[in-house]
């Protein structure tokens, strides 16, 4: 059974404190992604990663920063985190190739007070 | 900007109803098409997709349309079951290095 598994479902951090969400997929994939979703705006890409020690910015960069040493392994990082990062972050990675899915982790709710 | 715009926002069907959810996009070098379907608490998950090439998909009661000259597509879902009700996104990909995603659909299916 193939996994995408995010390291916490919640989290509770205050402003300013640096964050870590970590992410391991066990699918040999070639690319990972950190998204964040929130109500009204879908799934908004914030990094991803198509190789080890590899990123791409995504649509939301701001505030964030991401880390891939090892294929299976994609973390994301709250520098300094604000109350605008509260939201719901979800990793999920896939085959670097056509008609291919994206395999989602079950998401880390965080919050920022 | 919106890579793929996504409508109804929410959708509210009677057991037994076709549930309908439409998409759109601009981009011709999208090559693949998922539904993903997410129940709270839980990450978003497959439900079916479709290549460009093919105007029709169905997998049970879930069905695709296709629409390459319109660049939009649709979800069809026969006989609505409350079990259905869910979040619904739809997404657009190229080559499997990025999924741009609707803004989703929170479906309801009254028993």
């Known amino acids: 059974d193939v996994k995408v598994t995010q390291s916490s479902r919640y989290l509770v951090k205050r402003t300013g404190e640096k964050v870590f969400l970590e992410c391991v997929q066990d699918?040999?994939?070639?690319?990972m992604f950190w998204y964040r979703q929130d109500p009204g705006l879908g799934l908004r890409l914030i990094y991803f990663?198509?190789?080890?020690?590899?990123?791409e910015k995504g649509d939301i960069p701001e505030g964030y920063s991401v880390s891939r040493e090892k294929k299976e392994r994609f973390s994301l990082i709250l520098e300094s985190a604000s109350t605008n990062q509260t939201s719901m972050y979800l990793c999920?990675?896939?085959?670097?190739?056509?008609?291919?899915?994206?395999?989602f982790g079950q998401g880390t709710r965080l919050t920022v007070v | 900007q919106q890579q793929v715009k996504q409508s109804p926002q929410s959708l509210i069907v009677q057991k037994g109803g076709i549930s309908i959810i439409n998409c759109a996009y601009e981009n011709t070098a999208f090559d693949y098409f998922p539904w993903y379907q997410q129940f709270p608490g839980k990450g978003p998950a497959l439900l079916i997709a479709?290549?460009?090439?093919?105007s029709e998909k169905k997998e049970g009661r879930f069905t695709i349309s296709f629409n390459k000259s319109a660049k939009q597509f649709s979800l069809h879902i026969m006989d609505s079951q409350p079990g259905d009700s869910a979040t619904y996104f739809c997404?657009?990909?190229?080559?499997?290095?990025?999924?741009?995603f609707g803004t989703g659909t929170s479906l309801t299916v009254i028993p």
């Open positions: 479709i290549r460009p090439d093919v």
């Open positions: 999920a990675s896939s085959f670097r190739t056509a008609n291919t899915e994206a395999f």
């Open positions: 997404a657009a990909s190229i080559l499997g290095n990025q999924f741009y």
């Open positions: 699918m040999d994939h070639e690319n």
């Open positions: 990663s198509y190789d080890v020690k590899m990123k």
